[in-house]
Structures are given as C-alpha cells and as structure tokens.
C-alpha cells in the first residue's frame, strides 16, 4: 500500500488534494439541481475520507512534520502556505475526514430546507478545519481558523434550534473575541523575530527557533493564545457558549463541533501555546491555574451534566468534563499523558459524535429531547438501544471501549506529576458512569410509559451505516490502540521533552507500564 | 523621470492628472448649464462623467508609471508614489458613487446635472489634498471639495432631511475650516513658511518642538481634520449629514471625503511633523475614542444608515492607529486600507440604496429579513461587505486590518493593537446583525424585497466591488506593494537636495 501510494506521489500532493477536493465540491453542490445535493456531498465527503487515508498507511512514524507543502503566498511579509503533519495532526485530520462523511449522512432527513448551501458549507466548513490542523504559518494558521467560524455560524443560525439566533452570535463572538488577541500576540512575536534574525516569515519553525527573542512578553503572548485556545476547548470558565451552541445545532453541526471544533482548542496548545512558550506553560503558578481549571471543568461537567432533563445538554456538558482530561493529559507533560490526551481528542470526536447522533435520532422520531419523554426503548427499538449502551459505555471509559485507553493513560501520567490531580480527576470517571448509565437508564429501559413511543421505528439502514464506522472504531482504538500509539509516540514523545528541557523541568522517566506499546 | 517644477513645462507636466479632470469639469459644467431640465442629457452627463474620471485615472497611473520626481523640492504639489496611489482611490470612490447614482437620480427623480460636475470638482479637491506640498494647497483642495460636498448633501431639494444635512454640513465645516486656517496661521507664524518640507526643515533647525504657537497650529490643524475625517469628538455632525443626504453622497461623503481627510492628515503629519513627538499622543487618544465610541454607538443603532454612518466612524479610528504609528508602514496600511474601506462602504450603500425605496432613512436592519432566499446575490454581496467591514479573513479588509495592527505593533504600540482588537469585537455586534436578518428570519410579507433590485450599472458597481475585496483578500499582493511604495515616498525633506 506505502509503496503504491509512494509510487504516485502521494506524499507531495496529499494535503494539497485533501485541502481542495471539499472546496471543489462545495462549488458543484452548489450548482448541482437541489435532489442531487445530499448525494453528492456524501460522495464529496467519502472521496475525502479515501483521499486522507492513504496518511495512515504513508505516515511515518516520527517526529518529522510530514507531506509538507511550502508556497509563496505574500512573501513580502513573508507569509507562505506552509501546511505539514506530524503525529499530533495526523489523528486530527483522519476523525475530520471520518467524520464528515458520517455529518453528511446524518443530515439526510434532518435538514428538509435550503440544502444546496447547508451541504456546501458543511464542504467549505471541512476545508477550514483540515487547513487548522496542517497549517505550518501563523498567519495561514489564523486565516483558517477565522474562516471556519463562518459556516458554523451559518449551520447553526440557519438550520439550528429555536434559539438559534442567539447561540450563534455566541458562538461566534466569543471565538472572535479570544482570536483576536491571538492575532495581537502573532503579530508580535513576528516583530520580535524580525527584528532580531533580520528575515519577516510567519513560517512555524523560524519562529519557533527564535521564540528567545520575545521572551520579554512571553506571558502576555503565551495569555493571548491561551485565551483562543481556552475559549474553544472549552475550559471553566469559559464553555457557556458550548451547552447554547451544541444544543441549538443540527445534529450534524453538534457532532462537528463536539467532535473536531473543540480539538482545535486542545490542538492549538499541544502545537501552539505549549511549544511556543515551555516556560510560561509549565511555569508553577501558570500550571496550577491550568489543572485546577480543568478539574473543575471535569467534576462540574459531569455533576451539571448529572441534572440535566434535555439529553443533548447532557452530551454538551459532558464534553467539558472530557475536555478537561485533555487538558490535565497536556499540562501533566509525561508521555504517557499526552499520548493519552491525543487519544482522547481522538475518543471523544467518537464516541461525544456518536452520541450526538444518537440525540438527534430520538429528536427526529419525537421532535423532543427531553429524557423524561421517553422510557423503554429497549423493547422498541433493540438496535438503538444497543448502539446507545456501547457508545455510553465507551464515555464512561469501560475497559475494551476506546474511552478507557485514553482515560487511562492520561490517568497514569498524569499520576507521576500530579498525584492529587489525578486522583480527583479519577472520580469525574464515577461521576461519567453516574450520568450517562442513569440517563440510558432511564430512556431505554423501565417501562414503555409513554404510547407514543410504543411504535417508534428502529433504527433505518440508513442511520445504522452512520454509526457502524463509530461502534467500529471504539472497539478498535479499546482492544488494539497500538497502531494509533505507535503514530503518536514520537512527536508526543519530542513535544515532552524539549518542553521539559525548555522549561527546566526535570525528565519524567517512562515507565514500564504502556498499553498497546510495541 | 525626474520634472523641474520650477519651469512652466514642468509644472504642466507634473499636474496632467489635475487638468485633464479640470478640462472635463469645464465641458461638463457647459453642457448641465446648457440643458438643465433635460432627463436624457442628464443621463450622458452622468456617463460622460465616467469616462471623466477613467481618463484622468489614466493620466495618474500614466505619471506614476513614468516614475515622476521633482527635481529639488517640491514646491506646491508633490510628485510622489504617495500622491498617485490617493488620487487612484478618490477617482476609484469618486467613480464607484457615479455608478450608484445613474440609477438613483432617476428613481428619486433628481433633475440636476450639476450633481456629477459637483463630485467630479469633489474629486479634484481630493487630489489636491493628498497631493498638496504646501498648507495653502492643502486648505484650497479641502475648501473645493467642501463646498461641492455642502451643494450634493442637499442636492435633493426635496426632502427637508437633506436641507437639514446640508446646513448643519456646512456650517460646522466652515467653523472647522476656521480652526484649520488658523492653525495654517500659527505655523506659519512660527516657521515663517507654508511649504511641508520647509517647515520640518524649520523645525528641527530652530527647535520649534514645543514652541506654544508650533503647539497650538498643530492642534488647530488636527481638530480640523478631525472634524473632516469624522473623528471623535469632531464627529457630531456625522451621523445626521450621512443620514439626510442622498444615499450616493453619503457612500461619497463616507468614503472619498474622509479617505481624502486621511491623505492630506498623513502627509501634513508625516512630512511637516515627521519625529514630532507632540502630536503622536494627540492621535493615539484620538484613534482610541474613535474607535470606542464609534463602535459603541453603532451597536445601539437600529437604521441601517446610521449605523453605517457610526460605522464609518469606528473606521477612521481603524485608520487613525495607522497614523499614530508615524512610520512609512502606517501610511502604506493607510493606503491599503482605504481602498478595501471604499470598496466596502460604497458597496454597502449601495444595498442600502436598493433596499429603500421607501426611503432608505427608514430602513432598519430587521428589514433585511429574509433577503436572502429573495435576493440571493444581493444579499450575498451584502455579507461580503459586511464581513470586510468587520474585518474577516479571506477579504481584503483582513489584510488591511493586519497591515494597520502590523504598522501599530511595529511602532511598538501594542496597546492601540489591542484596542483596536477589541473594538473589531464590538462592531460584530452590528456588522453580523444584517446577515443575520438577511438569512436566519424569514421574510415578513410575501411581497417583501420584491422592489429591492440593483439595476444597471449600479449591478456592475456591486459586483466588482464585492469581487475585488474578496480578490484582494486572497490576493493582494500587487496592491500590497503599491501602498508600500506610497507609504514610503513620504520622505521627508532630508531626502531632498535642499537647494531651492
């Protein structure tokens, strides 16, 4: 497979194709005769997924940026289209292009107006988020970044709930508001290396090699990008816009957002903020403030998701708790715990997507999410049912699911620098189980006590091929994640130790305990 | 090419651009005098009129391509990259609110011809300003733009808003223009001369940095074009002008004036003032209220024309920050950003033109509802003005926005960086309003937007201008380096053989 994909250059034009195939498809849907729109977009979007996995198979294992594209683009402030992968963005870029074909599927019956343009942003909205992942200049970087905030704020207003108005422009403001800052503090580190190397490039690794240069400001600049990254993780305290904007979403916007928007936030600190600025990151005080954070966004998501009636609140909420995992798993800087953040991204586009699907499957038979409403449905709808207990199982973290492994793994490293931490974090694991078994519970079994549900359909081959690929893959990354791992390792393994060494904190020795290791 | 502007010849040469517009003023003048009350003729005054101002747009890149230079120090007008590059902008402003107008004079039946001769004589004005080498051509270019712009703000005899607009323009642009001549007076009392570059050379050689009398003219100076530009607390007129006049002339007002405002501004700063410190505090304050209370104001607006109005305000304190940088930098973003900010502000009144034939004063931004699925391309025009005038990626005022925050951080002034940031957050408050109601409400009425049509040239105004922000924001860089070399033939007189 390497070798025939090698043969036809895959390597030069992988991230050129996958980064355009979506933008010439949202053109032809939107020419397209309005019948035709779903299909083609579905066709778009699995050619896509095609196109993406030939990474896995050319990927090599190291912590070399990858399949690297350079091209002048303003040179006269030295900005170039610098796109490249390594093993962080690798996974990234696979659960974007695995997930939109399943977004464009689980749109089919759910978006009944104006489709043309519903499909073509969803096309222009996975060519923003890919473009996120492999930029290699800041300024290409923050393009993307911005860019991708349209369609969604388009997905969300136009086709969203009944507040949709409103969760949009939050939605929207408040990643402005934080990216904003973040161009302030880019623009400043480029000055500061300007002038001091004497060559203007917005290229990643030239200011990554001369970020000495602005340490004067390094707080304030690692502040600005930490608050953009922060705002889209989203960390306590600044996740209310997620419950309004995942809960006014179609089904397809929520499990995009879930599912690839929020990695951006953590992306953009294991390549970003962290790097950029070791010391700043792992300073004591700046630490302390980061896992207190994310505990509390791990204990609070999941005790608020615990009293909510609306299902989909329920699944908003738990991705702060299972954000501040990643987070924890990032700031704990072993490898074991940053290996296990990535793999939690990884998980929680799964597993929350999965979820999220789920809800709007309930939404379209009853037009209500609310769990009260239902009861039972596991007499009614065994398929459902289930799909419902796999993937809530695999939320909650249970061993062979794929949410166990990267729980764990943030667990164990995170338990060689900050034992306290990692034992509270341990119990948001109870307080997940607590939530989501009382709330399959409640709506799958007891009684069927509500008529209307008597004669609810199963699941439509239809709505079960969106979910096989996710059931699929959470038993795949739960029983053998080595392959995953083995592709993390070394740019996790590289992230680690120059920030350790940058920062002056002492090597965490590995230990021996590694799941899936070679 | 280098000219003696000390020879007949020379000065010829050097002002071709300004006497090509001249002689077309005179012919055009003539012809609306001649036949006044004649609809078709006012119709071919208006076309010729675009061909008025595509030649002598001709005769500016013509000069700037030849590499015009004086030769020694330019003594009434400039011949640099500078003066070029405004003059470009004000004829391509100047040009773009003809378009909208053929259609507009005869939808509000507007009989007066005289209106193209005023904005070609507005135009010209411009050019002078942003070519002027000395206080005096400064002060005669903004009085002949003034004046035209006092007559086309009630041009429309009709309404009593636009009577309204034109007094209180005028009257308030006089007193300002009162204050502007005075402090021409100081400065030439304190340096003895009027000329630019003479008077930086007086400065430095006397040390007239903080004389009181150099103080108070700079001061006058800037309150005058505070007023001009709209800058906050000069700019209490603006809401009600912008409002009252005819929507063209506001597009007009808007964006050329003000632009032109900004040129003269830049230069007088940058050439005369050059490494003053006095004035860098003035602007900075200025630029920060600007854009404070220009954004604030605008998110309380309702009418879709006045909040265009404090949205143009908010702007010139955008452009504001990059004069307070004081660099070369700072005026090539200048430059840039004016022309992405003509683009968009002419091209959001212009939808503002088309949906309001009831009266575009009476257009709120909820009336926008539904626009989309009714008026597809008009409505997509509309987002794209608006996410330039936010400043969104991917249009050419993202690029200039980030030129601006480049020329602040660079002058390391990263505290106006950051405001300026956080006021861009305010004003998507009302900037994504519009596309709000144009996509995400349904329309009111099944006849609703059934009038709201761009027709005529007007339709190529639109759609090449909302082309062009999205081209220059994925590809600006043949603009980028025209505002570079704009930005950086404001040298100062050091530069110059100081022979005279």
Same mark, same amino acid.
């Given at each position: 497979?390497?070798?025939?994909?090698?043969?036809?250059?895959?390597?030069?034009?992988?991230?050129?194709?996958?980064?355009?195939?979506?933008?010439?498809?949202?053109?032809?849907?939107?020419?397209?005769?309005?019948?035709?729109?779903?299909?083609?977009?579905?066709?778009?979007?699995?050619?896509?997924?095609?196109?993406?996995?030939?990474?896995?198979?050319?990927?090599?294992?190291?912590?070399?940026?990858?399949?690297?594209?350079?091209?002048?683009?303003?040179?006269?402030?030295?900005?170039?289209?610098? %796109?490249?992968?390594?093993?962080?963005?690798?996974?990234?870029?696979?659960?974007?292009? %695995?997930?939109?074909?399943?977004?464009?599927?689980?749109?089919?019956?759910?978006?009944?107006?104006?489709?043309?343009?519903?499909?073509?942003?969803?096309?222009?909205?996975?060519?923003?988020?890919?473009?996120?992942?492999?930029?290699?200049?800041?300024?290409?970087?923050?393009?993307?970044?911005?860019?991708?905030?349209?369609?969604?704020?388009?997905?969300?207003?136009?086709?969203?709930?009944?507040?949709?108005?409103?969760?949009?422009?939050?939605?929207?403001?408040?990643?402005?508001?934080?990216?904003?800052?973040?161009?302030?503090?880019?623009?400043?580190?480029?000055?500061?290396?300007?002038?001091?190397?004497?060559?203007?490039?917005?290229?990643?690794?030239?200011?990554?090699?001369?970020?000495?240069?602005?340490?004067?400001?390094?707080?304030?600049?690692?502040?600005?990008?930490?608050?953009?990254?922060?705002?889209?993780?989203?960390?306590?305290?600044?996740?209310?816009?997620?419950?309004?904007?995942?809960?006014?979403?179609?089904?397809?916007?929520?499990?995009?957002?879930?599912?690839?928007?929020?990695?951006?936030?953590?992306?953009?600190?294991?390549?970003?903020?962290?790097?950029?600025?070791?010391?700043?990151?792992?300073?004591?005080?700046?630490?302390?403030?980061?896992?207190?954070?994310?505990?509390?966004?791990?204990?609070?998501?999941?005790?608020?998701?615990?009293?909510?009636?609306?299902?989909?609140?329920?699944?908003?909420?738990?991705?702060?708790?299972?954000?501040?995992?990643?987070?924890?798993?990032?700031?704990?800087?072993?490898?074991?715990?940053?290996?296990?953040?990535?793999?939690?991204?990884?998980?929680?586009?799964?597993?929350?997507?999965?979820?999220?699907?789920?809800?709007?499957?309930?939404?379209?038979?009853?037009?209500?999410?609310?769990?009260?409403?239902?009861?039972?449905?596991?007499?009614?709808?065994?398929?459902?049912?289930?799909?419902?207990?796999?993937?809530?199982?695999?939320?909650?973290?249970?061993?062979?699911?794929?949410?166990?492994?990267?729980?764990?793994?943030?667990?164990?490293?995170?338990?060689?620098?900050?034992?306290?931490?990692?034992?509270?974090?341990?119990?948001?694991?109870?307080?997940?189980?607590?939530?989501?078994?009382?709330?399959?519970?409640?709506?799958?079994?007891?009684?069927?006590?509500?008529?209307?549900?008597?004669?609810?359909?199963?699941?439509?081959?239809?709505?079960?091929?969106?979910?096989?690929?996710?059931?699929?893959?959470?038993?795949?990354?739960?029983?053998?994640?080595?392959?995953?791992?083995?592709?993390?390792?070394?740019?996790?393994?590289?992230?680690?130790?120059?920030?350790?060494?940058?920062?002056?904190?002492?090597?965490?020795?590995?230990?021996?305990?590694?799941?899936?290791?070679? | 090419?280098?000219?003696?502007?000390?020879?007949?010849?020379?000065?010829?040469?050097?002002?071709?651009?300004?006497?090509?517009?001249?002689?077309?003023?005179?012919?055009?003048?003539?012809?609306?005098?001649?036949?006044?009350?004649?609809?078709?003729?006012?119709?071919?005054?208006?076309?010729?009129?675009?061909?008025?101002?595509?030649?002598?747009?001709?005769?500016?890149?013509?000069?700037?391509?030849?590499?015009?230079?004086?030769?020694?120090?330019?003594?009434?007008?400039?011949?640099d990259g500078f003066r070029?590059a405004t003059?470009?902008?004000?004829?391509?402003?100047?040009?773009?609110?003809?378009?909208?107008?053929?259609?507009?004079?005869?939808?509000?039946?507007?009989?007066?011809?005289?209106?193209?001769?005023?904005?070609?004589?507005?135009?010209?004005?411009?050019?002078?300003?942003g070519?002027?080498?000395?206080?005096?051509?400064?002060?005669?270019?903004?009085?002949?733009?003034?004046?035209?712009?006092?007559?086309?703000?009630?041009?429309?005899?009709?309404?009593?808003?636009?009577?309204?607009?034109?007094?209180?323009?005028?009257?308030?642009?006089?007193?300002?223009?009162?204050?502007?001549?005075?402090?021409?007076?100081?400065?030439?009392?304190?340096?003895?001369?009027?000329?630019?570059?003479?008077?930086?050379?007086?400065?430095?050689?006397?040390?007239?940095?903080?004389?009181?009398?150099?103080?108070?003219?700079?001061?006058?100076?800037?309150?005058?074009?505070?007023?001009?530009?709209?800058?906050?607390?000069?700019?209490?007129?603006?809401?009600?002008?912008?409002?009252?006049?005819?929507?063209?002339?506001?597009? !007009?007002?808007?964006?050329?004036?003000?632009?032109?405002?900004f040129a003269a501004l830049v230069r007088v700063l940058h050439q005369?003032?050059d490494?003053?410190?006095?004035?860098?505090?003035?602007?900075?304050?200025?630029?920060?209220?600007?854009?404070?209370?220009?954004?604030?104001?605008?998110?309380?607006?309702?009418?879709?024309?006045?909040?265009?109005?404090?949205?143009?305000?908010?702007?010139?304190?955008?452009l504001?920050?990059a004069v307070a940088s004081g660099s070369a930098m700072g005026s090539a973003a200048f430059l840039f950003y004016a022309?992405?900010?003509?683009?968009?502000?002419?091209?959001? !009144?212009?939808?503002?033109?088309?949906?309001?034939?009831?009266?575009?004063?009476?257009?709120?931004?909820?009336?926008?509802?539904?626009?989309?699925?009714?008026?597809?391309?008009?409505?997509?025009?509309?987002?794209?003005?608006?996410?330039?005038?936010?400043?969104?990626?991917?249009?050419?005022?993202?690029?200039?926005?980030?030129y601006i925050?480049?020329a602040?951080?660079?002058a390391?002034?990263?505290?106006?960086?950051?405001?300026?940031?956080?006021?861009?957050?305010?004003?998507?408050?009302?900037?994504?309003?519009?596309?709000?109601?144009?996509?995400?409400?349904?329309?009111?009425?099944?006849?609703?937007?059934?009038?709201?049509?761009?027709?005529?040239?007007?339709?190529?105004?639109?759609?090449?201008?909302?082309?062009?922000?999205?081209?220059?924001?994925?590809?600006?860089?043949?603009?980028?380096?025209?505002a570079r070399r704009g930005g950086e033939s404001l040298r100062p007189?050091?530069?110059?053989?100081?022979?005279?």
């Amino acid at each position: 497979m390497t070798a025939a994909l090698t043969g036809l250059g895959y390597q030069r034009w992988a991230l050129d194709a996958i980064l355009l195939l979506p933008l010439l498809g949202a053109v032809l849907v939107m020419l397209s005769p309005p019948p035709a729109a779903k299909r083609l977009a579905l066709y778009v979007t699995l050619a896509e997924f095609v196109a993406s996995l030939g990474l896995w198979w050319t990927f090599e294992p190291t912590a070399a940026m990858q399949f690297q594209v350079v091209r002048q683009w303003i040179p006269e402030w030295g900005i170039a289209y610098r %796109l490249g992968v390594d093993g962080i963005s690798l996974f990234m870029l696979l659960l974007t292009t %695995l997930t939109m074909p399943l977004a464009v599927l689980g749109s089919w019956t759910y978006i009944t107006r104006h489709e043309r343009p519903y499909y073509a942003l969803l096309l222009v909205l996975t060519t923003g988020m890919l473009g996120v992942f492999v930029a290699l200049d800041l300024f290409v970087f923050y393009v993307f970044w911005e860019i991708m905030l349209i369609p969604m704020y388009f997905i969300i207003g136009v086709w969203g709930g009944p507040s949709r108005l409103y969760a949009a422009i939050k939605f929207f403001l408040y990643t402005f508001l934080g990216s904003l800052l973040m161009l302030v503090a880019i623009l400043t580190i480029y000055f500061a290396v300007a002038r001091a190397t004497g060559e203007h490039s917005f290229g990643y690794d030239h200011l990554w090699r001369n970020i000495a240069y602005v340490r004067p400001w390094a707080f304030w600049l690692f502040a600005a990008f930490a608050l953009a990254f922060a705002i889209k993780v989203p960390m306590f305290p600044f996740h209310t816009w997620l419950p309004d904007a995942h809960v006014e979403a179609p089904t397809a916007g929520s499990v995009i957002l879930a599912g690839i928007l929020l990695k951006m936030g953590t992306y953009g600190f294991l390549r970003f903020a962290v790097p950029l600025f070791p010391e700043i990151a792992m300073d004591p005080a700046v630490t302390a403030v980061v896992v207190v954070l994310s505990l509390i966004g791990i204990i609070y998501g999941a005790l608020v998701s615990l009293v909510q009636p609306d299902f989909k609140k329920l699944v908003a909420y738990s991705s702060v708790s299972h954000l501040g995992f990643v987070m924890l798993g990032i700031w704990a800087l072993t490898l074991q715990s940053v290996q296990g953040a990535i793999v939690i991204m990884i998980n929680h586009g799964i597993s929350t997507g999965a979820l999220f699907f789920l809800a709007g499957m309930m939404y379209e038979r009853r037009h209500t999410r609310d769990i009260a409403q239902f009861g039972g449905l596991a007499k009614v709808m065994p398929a459902f049912a289930a799909v419902l207990t796999v993937v809530s199982l695999s939320s909650i973290g249970l061993p062979g699911t794929n949410g166990f492994v990267g729980e764990f793994l943030v667990l164990l490293g995170a338990f060689r620098t900050h034992p306290w931490a990692a034992a509270i974090a341990a119990t948001g694991v109870i307080f997940a189980a607590a939530y989501l078994l009382w709330a399959i519970q409640r709506i799958l079994f007891q009684q069927v006590d509500h008529p209307e549900n008597a004669t609810l359909p199963d699941l439509s081959p239809r709505e079960l091929a969106v979910l096989a690929p996710l059931v699929a893959c959470i038993f795949w990354i739960g029983i053998y994640p080595a392959p995953i791992l083995r592709r993390i390792e070394p740019s996790a393994r590289a992230l680690v130790t120059q920030v350790r060494e940058a920062a002056g904190a002492p090597p965490v020795a590995e230990g021996a305990v590694q799941p899936g290791a070679r | 090419m280098p000219i003696d502007l000390t020879t007949p010849g020379g000065v010829t040469l050097a002002l071709v651009p300004e006497l090509v517009l001249t002689a077309w003023v005179l012919v055009l003048m003539l012809v609306a005098a001649w036949r006044h009350r004649d609809a078709r003729v006012q119709r071919d005054v208006g076309l010729l009129t675009l061909i008025a101002l595509g030649s002598t747009g001709l005769a500016v890149a013509w000069l700037w391509a030849q590499g015009a230079t004086p030769i020694g120090l330019p003594a009434m007008m400039a011949l640099d990259g500078f003066r070029f590059a405004t003059s470009l902008v004000f004829l391509l402003g100047a040009l773009l609110t003809v378009m909208l107008s053929l259609g507009y004079v005869d939808r509000e039946q507007i009989q007066a011809p005289e209106y193209y001769v005023l904005i070609l004589l507005a135009t010209l004005g411009m050019m002078f300003m942003g070519g002027a080498a000395d206080l005096v051509v400064v002060f005669l270019g903004l009085e002949l733009m003034s004046v035209a712009v006092y007559v086309l703000a009630g041009v429309n005899r009709k309404s009593v808003f636009a009577a309204e607009a034109a007094l209180k323009y005028f009257l308030l642009g006089a007193f300002a223009s009162g204050f502007f001549l005075y402090g021409i007076a100081l400065i030439y009392g304190a340096t003895g001369t009027t000329n630019l570059w003479l008077i930086h050379g007086r400065v430095l050689e006397l040390g007239l940095g903080s004389n009181v009398m150099m103080v108070a003219g700079i001061g006058l100076l800037l309150i005058g074009f505070g007023f001009k530009v709209a800058a906050v607390p000069f700019h209490m007129w603006t809401p009600d002008v912008y409002d009252g006049s005819p929507t063209p002339v506001t597009a !007009f007002m808007a964006a050329a004036v003000k632009a032109a405002g900004f040129a003269a501004l830049v230069r007088v700063l940058h050439q005369a003032f050059d490494g003053l410190p006095i004035w860098h505090g003035a602007v900075w304050w200025l630029a920060v209220i600007t854009m404070v209370v220009g954004n604030l104001i605008a998110l309380a607006q309702r009418p879709l024309k006045r909040m265009l109005a404090y949205s143009s305000i908010a702007h010139a304190g955008y452009l504001l920050v990059a004069v307070a940088s004081g660099s070369a930098m700072g005026s090539a973003a200048f430059l840039f950003y004016a022309v992405a900010y003509t683009l968009m502000t002419v091209g959001a !009144f212009a939808v503002l033109a088309a949906a309001g034939t009831g009266g575009e004063r009476d257009v709120l931004i909820d009336d926008l509802s539904g626009l989309g699925t009714r008026r597809p391309w008009v409505a997509g025009a509309m987002t794209v003005f608006m996410l330039s005038l936010l400043g969104f990626p991917g249009t050419a005022a993202f690029i200039g926005k980030w030129y601006i925050l480049s020329a602040a951080v660079d002058a390391d002034q990263r505290l106006l960086a950051v405001i300026l940031v956080g006021a861009s957050v305010v004003s998507a408050g009302f900037y994504l309003p519009p596309i709000m109601a144009m996509y995400m409400r349904p329309a009111p009425t099944t006849e609703a937007h059934q009038a709201t049509r761009i027709v005529g040239a007007a339709r190529w105004a639109v759609g090449v201008m909302a082309v062009a922000l999205l081209l220059f924001g994925f590809w600006p860089n043949r603009a980028l380096d025209a505002a570079r070399r704009g930005g950086e033939s404001l040298r100062p007189a050091s530069l110059y053989s100081l022979e005279r």
